[in-house]
């Protein structure tokens, strides 16, 4: 059977969102032809030639629209569309020339292993040409999408991918830049549909032949702002859901002894963990005491879980405490004599006491993280030793 008579039979469709890909478009479409009769393309208000090439190419569905509103919109826009025409998947592909068209068949073969997956092309980002800011940022996102999902992917960048139509039914999605690959993967991810990694070759011109759309402070900024969303939205919401549906003996026991007590861990790794934990949880960052924390954490390679519950020393009925030792210490090393507790509290008085509370938070907290680093460490040595 042909490739394009599997993607017939499994419901499968292409969608090329393109925005001044004028040099390469009409080869990606030429190329994605011998694989697909259904090809959907997404002219996202280009303003070179884009309009005239499409008008000389037969076989294809296109969309246009004057002004250029993102790739996000562009890709939901094409979507939608597929849906509307009853198809089950789309296979999502850029007009840029990076990506080969002879790997449509790796997802073809990759959804009939995992019906209703999303698939993800997952790249060679060490080869040659590939621009390091992309390395960068591509694992800088593949930390994020682990941290919201708890999914390891090598590549969460990629514009490869296969998305499963029906998922779509009832998802609120809101970005409409380069944003949105990472909004409907997480959110995919979170309605359990398995996101799954499919290898892919991939090209990147030398230098200037290059064109990309990518702005590196504009869109960074964007994807960093979603992010901050995503993670809070997973850990009031996801996180606590997912892990109450799987609450049980068996589950509680599991992550007790492979996270807590695991004896292949060394008692300084605990006690670093409990330390730095403390010391994050002090810390005057209200907000983001706990997303810095993990970040970190995993960086430093430190024990997350024990990282995450040691945080938590800034719980609400520990906060008064915090704040009075953390002011105290800053008004001893001041040498300030003003009462912690005025008689009328103003901005003026917010104002003055505020240098000492800084300072005397970072002294308070390193000197807690050192005081329960050090309990822990002697407390899992002698746990060890079997004289507890």
């Avoid at 990694?197 to 960074?220: L, N």
């Avoid at 492979?258 to 861990?265: I, P, T």
Wanted: with cysteine.
């Amino acid at each position: 059977m042909s490739v394009a008579l599997k993607m017939e039979e499994l419901g499968c469709c292409v969608l090329i969102p393109t925005y001044n890909n004028e040099k390469t478009l009409a080869e990606v479409i030429k190329d994605v032809s011998a694989y697909a009769n259904d090809i959907i393309v997404i002219n996202d208000g280009s303003t070179d030639s884009t309009d005239e090439i499409l008008k000389e190419l037969s076989g294809i569905e296109v969309i246009s629209y004057n002004k250029n509103k993102g790739k996000g919109h562009a890709l939901k826009t094409g979507l939608l569309r597929a849906k509307e025409r009853g198809f089950t998947y789309a296979i999502s592909i850029d007009s840029d020339g990076q990506h080969f068209a002879d790997d449509i068949p790796v997802f073809l073969q990759a959804i009939e292993e995992n019906p209703g997956a999303m698939l993800i092309g997952a790249r060679n980002l060490q080869q040659e040409n590939m621009p390091q800011k992309n390395t960068f940022g591509n694992k800088f996102s593949n930390f994020w999408f682990k941290l919201e999902t708890g999914i390891d992917l090598p590549d969460t960048q990629s514009g490869f991918r296969l998305y499963p139509l029906k998922e779509l039914e009832g998802m609120k999605l809101f970005t409409t830049k380069y944003e949105f690959e990472i909004e409907i993967m997480v959110k995919m991810a979170w309605k359990n549909v398995p996101v799954l990694p499919v290898p892919i070759k991939v090209f990147y011109a030398k230098g200037d032949e290059r064109v990309s759309h990518f702005r590196p402070f504009k869109d960074f900024f964007r994807i960093s702002v979603l992010n901050t969303y995503l993670v809070t939205l997973a850990f009031l919401w996801y996180i606590p859901v997912r892990f109450f549906k799987k609450l049980n003996k068996e589950t509680i026991s599991k992550f007790i002894q492979e996270s807590l007590l695991n004896k292949e861990e060394s008692a300084s790794m605990k006690g670093l963990s409990v330390a730095f934990g403390v010391f994050m949880g002090i810390i005057p960052i209200w907000g983001y005491q706990l997303m810095t924390a993990i970040f970190l954490s995993h960086l430093l390679k430190l024990n997350k879980a024990i990282v995450i519950i040691a945080a938590n020393i800034s719980f609400p009925p520990f906060i008064p405490l915090i704040l009075y030792g953390s002011l105290k210490t800053g008004q001893i090393l001041l040498n300030q004599k003003t009462s912690i507790f005025p008689d009328e509290l103003s901005l003026d008085v917010v104002k003055e006491q505020l240098p000492a509370y800084i300072l005397g938070s970072f002294v308070f907290a390193t000197f807690m993280a050192i005081l329960f680093g050090l309990v822990t460490f002697v407390a899992v040595k002698v746990s060890r030793s079997g004289k507890f």
